[in-house]
């Protein structure tokens, strides 16, 4: 056939289609474990980051080798008890609390947040030392911000109410503005606060300007008020009546541990 034939052109076009086609998906579906274990050690080291456990630039054998230290439980969140025939391994709570059959509505009333649905569980991971006693409580809270819902880990100290470390692992809020939330200055502020007063309430928030300088609040997000008025807000609803109050005064009283 001649070179100049059409049907030749488009012969050799689509077995050339056809041909690459066949190697991207052959290297897709290669690479699909492996990016499974990437996902998997990179949540891993959010959580370890957000209790202050690892350094930013800790390699893949010491994240395992924190998280092995770590027991993940699986909570139910009305009564803060644990809940033996949930898959620790395979539970996404955020996937829970959109899917009807695993997530609960949030009352109008409660809904500070503005997520409309829960996941009925929590995944709850435990940190203990090298004696086994309890060392850091690692709870994930999601909010609205601006742009985008931000999802982040709260690690507290063993009385599951002083903050011992605060990280978004993902949002889409703006660099230089809601974007903040990721200044390493600004998530050590929260080091040290804590969510309850002494009433049981949850006082924490993101002060509009600067913080009063007590237990209860951090400086506001510069020309980014709504930012941070949705971290308050998730941080309120998730450590409310209707989000981790039951498992952390659980935690409290010696339970899950
Ligand atoms: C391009 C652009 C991006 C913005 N990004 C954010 C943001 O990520 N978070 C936020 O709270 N406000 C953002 N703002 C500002 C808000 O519109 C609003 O003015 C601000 O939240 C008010 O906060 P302030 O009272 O501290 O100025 C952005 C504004 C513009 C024009």
Redesign the pocket.
């Known amino acids: 056939m001649s070179n100049e034939s059409t049907t030749k052109t488009i012969t050799v076009a689509g077995l050339l289609c056809f041909v690459c086609s066949i190697f991207v998906s052959i290297v897709v579906v290669n690479l699909r474990p492996q990016q499974e274990t990437n996902a998997e050690l990179d949540m891993k080291k959010n959580i370890l980051a957000s209790a202050g456990v690892i350094e930013a630039g800790a390699g893949a054998e010491k994240i395992n080798e924190e998280f092995d230290k770590i027991d993940t439980v699986i909570v139910d969140i009305e009564t803060g008890e644990k809940v033996e025939e949930i898959d620790v391994e395979a539970y996404d709570q955020v996937v829970a609390s959109k899917t009807p059959q695993s997530a609960v509505v949030i009352p109008a009333n409660l809904d500070v947040g503005g997520l409309s649905t829960r996941s009925k569980y929590a995944k709850v991971y435990l940190q203990k030392d090298d004696a086994g006693e309890l060392n850091t409580v690692i709870l994930k809270h999601w909010g609205k911000?601006?742009?985008s819902t931000m999802y982040g880990f709260i690690a507290l100290e063993p009385d599951a109410n002083t903050i011992k470390g605060f990280a978004y692992y993902s949002h889409g809020?703006?660099p230089g503005?809601?974007?903040e939330v990721d200044n390493p200055g600004w998530k050590n502020q929260w080091i040290g606060k804590k969510i309850y007063d002494d009433e049981g309430n949850v006082d924490l928030k993101v002060a509009k300007g600067s913080a009063d300088g007590s237990d209860y609040q951090v400086d506001?997000?510069?020309?980014?008020?709504?930012?941070?008025n949705g971290v308050t807000s998730s941080v309120k609803y998730w450590f409310g009546e209707h989000g981790y109050a039951k498992i952390l005064e659980n935690i409290r009283n010696g339970g899950l541990q």
């Open positions: 911000g601006l742009w809020e703006t503005l809601g974007g506001g997000l510069s020309g980014a008020t709504i930012t941070a």
